[in-house]
Each structure stands twice: as structure tokens, then as C-alpha cells.
């Protein structure tokens, strides 16, 4: 990585590889105050003097005094040169460096041209008046954010921006590229028109692309620029640039839908606040909030397409590890307008009181059944426990007894179906034919060589005598049952009554006896057949061995020292010696 797109790599890794992420997959690492300390990799210590700052995207070690960025740490932990380094960054983060290598000279260039609209559309907004300043001030945005935010103004002609750009003398093509101008039949003409302007701009401070707001009829309502190389909307979020530092100070922040909503609560004194850019929450734009908090407060519409965003953010925010509430405001369409009728501590006081997602989660499912009646109860609780498994088992006992008060079903109940009750398991000895799940149904899962050892137990005392050293063969609940029965009436030192098995026995296992006794014949070929199932069993058994060192020695690289190493190496040459001979 040499030459002008160096610095653009560099920079694009920093942003979306964030450190604690990188660090924490090698070092463990726990929360002190606004870092994470861990044991340091460079050297030998047993209290953790090894840093690492979410906010700044450094580490540092006070006890050897190594410090440096997410590409620093990886050369050295990983002995790699510079370039292999962020070749591997690039490559677990998802980013394209050949896409970036001839691009990235333009970026500057983008950059500029975006920060030369932006001033031309902020210039026209504060020179004389306009209908995107009366706009702004009737929706009672004080002139200081107004300015804190770039508002701008793109007015009604069809040529303003382009003639601007014509006179500086930029590239048509990359106005195009960042969508700032449109080309029909030959002709260029602005493409926000009549709008009010909300520049994006990046936590570098760069001005990524821009929202508009239409003035008029104009659909839509609002237009954002269209993704180019340097504006990619599930990379970034509204207002950060603003407020990262609150959020940092705050260790929470309120996510919000709307420009409007970001400026009125960052108006109000609430300024831990951001809005994702007019899509569905993403990952990487929770990846990028999570290096200033992990306590996210969802407050989107409070319409139900509001409900089913924050239902789906959250979804996210939890898979991402946030602690994550959800907020929604009553009697107004949007935090924009409850902020303005009912002012800022009211708000404040929604915070505080908003549910933790999965309460939200769990009150919608809730509302999809009648849990009046007992199938509804049923249904419910059933599609709540799949979510309860995603939880620690603490968090999932709370929410199934709040569970159990609203269906008034009983703990122990809802705790069997979130352990599963419906796929019974009985834990059998022997691990024979790979199968220990034995089936309810007893007939169907007994094997052929538990059936022909049966047989033979049920014909003579001295086949019963053999088969007690591979008891472990009867390995179905049928067989296990019938093999004990017959083992049973011979220790009583009975003979075997055949006809009283079936007593001792339950409906379907003794069908499944009737069955042996019915279909097994050996035509006096005991002795041989009971080498052979001696011989599969065995051989059944070297395979599962091999199965399980060869397993071993494929971790053991990671962990094993070399003498076990070299121990299980051995163990695997003679089983496949043992299983050579076999097959001879
Ligand atoms: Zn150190």
C-alpha cells in the first residue's frame, strides 16, 4: 500500500475496523471508566496495565510502553509489515482496497466539491430572505443551529449549483458521480431544487452528501444524495460529527429517525442524539455508535411503521451487544414535535421510563395472540421462549416469571418449553453406530446387531454369557430395555421364561421383542454370526477412536504441547494399524 490512496485506506480502516473489536478477539479485555484494560500481549504480567480507548481508537501498555492504532496493534501482534496488515483488516471488515487503490485519488477532490455545495447552499440561505429560512423558523430553529448545522437553501432554478461549479471549473463527471446535478438529453440541471439543505457530514468533519427537505408539493419529501464513494449511507449517521462527544460524556445516545428530530433535541439541550440516514438501522452504523456508548435509546415515529423500525434496530443492537431501550412518544407524531409541546424535561422523563427492547419486543408478540385463551397462552409462549434463549439465563429466568404473571401459565411450565421439553432425550452408555439420541419410538431405532445379540441371549445362557462383555452394543431404548429384562431373570439365577417378558416390559418395546423373536433366525449359524457382530462392533469402535484423534490433533496445533502432540500421533498410527488389519 504505497502511493495517494494510502491515506484514503488508512483512514477508511480506521473508521469501520473499531479497535476494541480487533483487540477483544485476542486479548480479553473489561470496561475501566470510558476504556477497556486487559492483560498485556507484548509482555509477561499478571495485573493488566494494557489500554485500550474506544473514543481515541488507540492501545497503549504502561507497563512496556507499546502503543499505537488498530493497524499498529495488528503488525505487532500479528509480526506483519504495514500492507499485509491492513490487507487483513480489510479483508475480516469487508472492504474493498482494489476498489479503493484507483478511486481514492477522487476522494479529496469529492470531499471539496461537497464542502464548496455546501457553503453555496448555506450562502444562499443566510444572504437575503428565503423560503427555506422562513421554513426553518417557523419550525422554530433558533439561527445559532441553524448555523451549527450548515442549513442551506437550494432555490427554485434548475441551474443554480451548475452554473456555480461551471464558473469554478469543475469536472461535470464527478458532479454527476456525487448526484449532486442530473443529465437529461444532453443538459445538466440541479438536482435539489426548492429544498432546505441538511448537510451529512462525517466524524472527520468531511461533508459526505446531503438531505433535502422539499419546500413545495415536490416529492419526495425528502431526497438524499445518491451513494457515491464517499457516501455510503449504511457507513454513516446524522449529526455524529456534532455530537459524538455528548454521547461519549453521556454514555448513551438517542437514536431518532429525522434531521428535524436531531436538531430540535440538540436545540433543546439534548445533545446525545443522532438519526440514522433514512434507512433501517445497520450494523455498521451501530458499529460506528458503539465507539462512544453501548446504552442506545431507540426513539423513532411513534406510528407503527415507526414500531416496526425500532423493532428491527433493536434486533440489531442487540445482536451487536448494546443495552438497548426503546422510547416512544405519546400523543405526537415524532420526538421533533413532543419536544416542542411539552419541552425538555418531559422528554427526559421518557427516557428514564422507556422499556428495555425485548419488554417492547415482548409486548408486541404479546399483542398478535388472544392470551385469553388457552391457545393463545400457548402460542405466545411458545414464540417467546425462542427469544428467551437468546438471553443469559438469568435475564431469561426474570422474563419468564413477568411471563408467567401475564398468562398466568406456571414458571415450571414455561421453563420446560424454554428448555426444550419437546425434544426428550434419553442419555444412553455407548456411543455405538455414532447415534446416542435414543428415539421414543423403541421399535424403529434398534439396530441390527442389537438384534441379532438379543436373539442369541433369548436362545442360550452361554450367548448371554458372552454378550454381558459388549453390553454396551444396546444402545436404542428398546434394546437396552429388553437386554436388562433378560440379564434380570438370569442373575435371579432363573432360567428365562420367554413368555413372561413381555410383562415386565411396555407396549411398545415388547412389540418391538415379539419382532426379534418373529424375524431373527440364525439357521445354526450362531458362532459365526456372533464373531462377525463382535467384528463390526469392534471395527465401529476403531472408527469412532479415529474419528476422535484425528479431531484432537486438529485442535491440538492451538493448545497442545508437543509431547501430547506427538502421544496422539502414536495413538492415531495404531488404531489405523488395528483397522488395516481388520479389513484384511
Ligand atoms: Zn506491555
Given at each position: 500500500v504505497s502511493g495517494p490512496g494510502r491515506e484514503n485506506i488508512v483512514d477508511e480502516i480506521k473508521s469501520r475496523c473499531n479497535i476494541v473489536d480487533v483487540i477483544g478477539r485476542v486479548v480479553s479485555l473489561k470496561r475501566a471508566g470510558s476504556n477497556y484494560k486487559g492483560l498485556c500481549p507484548f509482555h509477561n504480567e499478571k495485573t493488566p496495565s494494557f489500554v485500550v480507548s474506544d473514543t481515541k481508537q488507540i492501545f497503549s501498555c504502561f507497563g512496556c510502553n507499546i502503543s499505537g492504532d488498530v493497524i499498529g496493534f495488528v503488525q505487532k501482534y500479528y509480526n506483519l509489515e504495514f500492507p499485509a496488515a491492513v490487507e487483513k483488516l480489510a479483508e475480516e471488515y469487508g472492504i474493498e482496497i482494489q476498489n479503493m487503490y484507483q478511486k481514492s485519488p477522487k476522494k479529496e477532490e469529492l470531499y471539496e466539491i461537497n464542502r464548496q455545495a455546501a457553503k453555496f447552499f448555506y450562502q444562499a440561505f443566510t444572504k437575503s430572505p428565503n423560503p427555506a429560512l422562513s421554513y426553518m423558523n417557523k419550525r422554530g430553529v433558533d439561527p445559532l443551529f441553524l448555523k451549527k448545522f450548515g442549513i442551506g437553501y437550494a432555490d427554485d432554478e434548475w441551474d443554480s449549483l451548475c452554473k456555480h461549479f461551471q464558473k469554478l471549473g469543475t469536472d461535470i463527471k464527478l458532479l454527476l458521480s456525487l448526484g449532486l446535478i442530473s443529465e437529461s438529453k444532453g443538459k445538466y440541471y440541479d438536482k435539489f431544487r426548492n429544498r432546505v439543505i441538511f448537510p451529512i457530514i462525517n466524524t472527520s468533519g468531511k461533508v459526505i452528501g446531503f438531505g433535502g427537505r422539499t419546500l413545495?408539493?415536490?416529492?419526495?419529501?425528502y431526497l438524499n444524495s445518491a451513494e457515491s464513494d464517499i457516501f455510503l449511507k449504511k457507513n454513516n449517521l446524522y449529526g455524529l460529527n456534532l455530537t459524538k462527544q455528548d454521547i461519549s460524556k453521556e454514555d448513551s445516545a438517542i437514536l431518532v429517525e429525522g434531521y428535524m428530530d436531531v436538531i430540535s433535541l440538540y436545540q433543546s439541550g439534548i445533545r446525545n442524539v443522532s438519526a440514522s440516514l433514512g434507512t433501517a438501522l445497520t450494523e455498521n452504523q451501530v458499529r460506528l455508535l458503539k465507539r462512544y456508548t453501548r446504552n442506545i435509546i431507540l426513539s423513532y415515529d411513534s406510528d407503527e411503521a415507526g414500531a416496526s423500525a425500532a423493532l428491527r434496530g433493536g434486533e440489531i443492537l442487540h445482536k451487536e451487544g448494546c443495552r438497548t431501550k426503546v422510547l416512544q412518544v405519546p400523543s405526537a407524531k415524532d420526538p421533533d414535535e413532543f419536544i416542542k409541546e411539552n419541552g425538555k424535561n418531559d422528554f427526559l422523563k421518557l427516557v428514564g421510563e422507556a422499556p428495555p427492547y425485548l419488554d417492547f419486543k415482548l409486548n408486541r408478540m404479546k399483542?398478535?395472540?388472544?392470551?385469553?385463551s388457552t391457545e393463545g397462552k400457548v402460542d405466545f409462549i411458545r414464540e417467546a421462549v425462542v427469544l428467551l434463549r437468546t438471553l443469559s439465563p438469568v435475564e431469561a429466568e426474570a422474563y419468564i416469571k413477568r411471563i408467567s404473571r401475564d398468562t398466568k401459565i406456571s414458571e415450571s411450565a414455561i421453563t420446560l418449553e424454554y428448555n426444550g421439553n419437546n425434544t426428550k432425550k434419553v442419555q444412553l452408555i455407548g456411543k455405538l453406530g455414532g447415534?446416542?439420541?435414543?428415539?421414543?419410538?423403541?421399535?424403529?431405532?434398534?439396530?441390527g446387531l442389537e438384534k441379532n445379540f438379543l436373539k442369541m441371549a433369548l436362545t442360550e445362557r452361554v450367548y448371554f454369557d458372552k454378550i454381558t462383555f459388549y453390553e454396551?452394543?444396546?444402545?436404542?431404548k428398546a434394546g437396552f430395555e429388553i437386554w436388562n429384562e433378560i440379564k434380570t431373570n438370569y442373575e435371579a439365577g432363573k432360567t428365562l421364561d420367554i413368555t413372561c417378558l413381555p410383562d415386565a416390559l411396555d407396549t411398545e418395546t415388547s412389540m418391538a421383542l415379539q419382532d426379534i423373536l418373529d424375524n431373527v433366525h440364525f439357521a445354526g449359524k450362531e458362532d459365526q454370526i456372533f464373531l462377525e457382530c463382535v467384528d463390526t462392533m469392534e471395527m465401529d469402535e476403531m472408527l469412532q477412536k479415529e474419528r476422535e484423534l484425528i479431531l484432537k490433533l486438529s485442535m491440538a496445533d492451538e493448545v497442545a504441547s508437543k509431547e501430547s502432540i506427538t502421544e496422539l500421533t502414536k495413538a492415531l498410527m495404531e488404531v489405523q494399524k488395528g483397522l488395516q488389519r481388520k479389513k484384511r
Open positions: 413545495g408539493d415536490g416529492a419526495p419529501k399483542k398478535n395472540y388472544d392470551i385469553t447415534d446416542e439420541h435414543i428415539s421414543e419410538k423403541a421399535s424403529e431405532k434398534i439396530s454396551h452394543a444396546f444402545t436404542s
